[in-house]
């Protein structure tokens, strides 16, 4: 029997999942139903879509931006990266409290909150080496986007571009693990097929940047919703002040794999 996809696990990193939630803009509503048509293309039509979503991405690289991530308005972060002058910050709320996260050049600070077990409620600096494959805390070209686009568009079965909106179908099942928006399933679970044509929903402002991916409740999957904004402001991050080694109970908890 399927069962319900739960929620991704806080994979942490440039994660995310935003503080902001609820902030909708009329003109790019939220998608609710499985009943939204998802677009019938060929594969011409559809490389033309992803190559727009592709180069609608290319801000990471090149501004500070903000990153919101929502699912089902129980697991959400606020982001504001800076890859350019390397400064991060970034809050995940989930059930049961926050983490924290800051990046300022290549040292990695975090704050677990209670939803790490055995950790302590303090900020630690993390160690690179320890830090899971799957969790990426880097500035490097490729794993520095905080929203986690590339894994959304790398699962892209068909779209259609129509003017600056996007729409399509996504293979949820090949979504993965990474920033951003993620699925797993409860022990013994399996996707059902129709998560394998998941609708979706892209924006792109009018400098062709994407401003929002979206994805409706369905195929036993909950909403979810990844928002840019906030191109070329200031991105400031402190030091936290009294920041000690993290204990090495922390790091099998980063990620898909830890301890929730």
């Not at 991704?8 to 939630?21: D, E, K, N, Q, T």
């Not at 840019?228 to 204990?247: E, I, K, L, Q, W």
Request: contains cysteine; glycine residues 12%.
């Amino acid at each position: 029997m399927t069962r319900r996809a739960t929620l991704a696990g806080i994979s942490v990193g440039l994660l995310l999942l935003g503080c902001s939630v609820g902030t909708r803009a009329e003109r790019d509503p939220e998608p609710r139903t499985a009943s939204e048509p998802t677009a019938s293309a060929d594969g011409a039509t559809t490389a033309e879509a992803v190559g727009l979503l592709r180069a609608g991405t290319a801000f990471v690289n090149q501004t500070s931006y903000r990153s919101d991530v929502d699912i089902a308005s129980q697991i959400t972060s606020l982001s504001h990266t800076d890859n350019v002058n390397k400064r991060l910050n970034a809050t995940i709320t989930a059930p049961g409290g926050t983490i924290e996260i800051r990046m300022i050049d290549d040292d990695v600070y975090l704050k677990a909150g209670q939803l790490l077990r055995g950790v302590g409620d303090q900020w630690f600096i993390l160690d690179p080496a320890q830090v899971p494959a799957g969790f990426a805390l880097s500035f490097a070209p490729g794993r520095n986007d905080s929203g986690g686009s590339g894994r959304l568009i790398d699962a892209i079965v068909a779209a259609r571009a129509d003017g600056r909106q996007i729409t399509g179908a996504i293979d949820a099942t090949r979504i993965g693990v990474g920033n951003g928006i993620s699925f797993r399933l409860d022990p013994g679970g399996v996707f059902p097929d129709s998560a394998r044509r998941h609708a979706f929903r892209a924006m792109l402002d009018t400098e062709g940047r994407l401003v929002s991916f979206l994805m409706p409740e369905a195929s036993g999957l909950p909403s979810a919703s990844l928002r840019y904004s906030d191109f070329g402001s200031t991105v400031s991050v402190v030091r936290p002040a009294g920041a000690v080694v993290a204990p090495d109970a922390l790091y099998p908890q980063l990620g898909m794999g830890g301890g929730g």
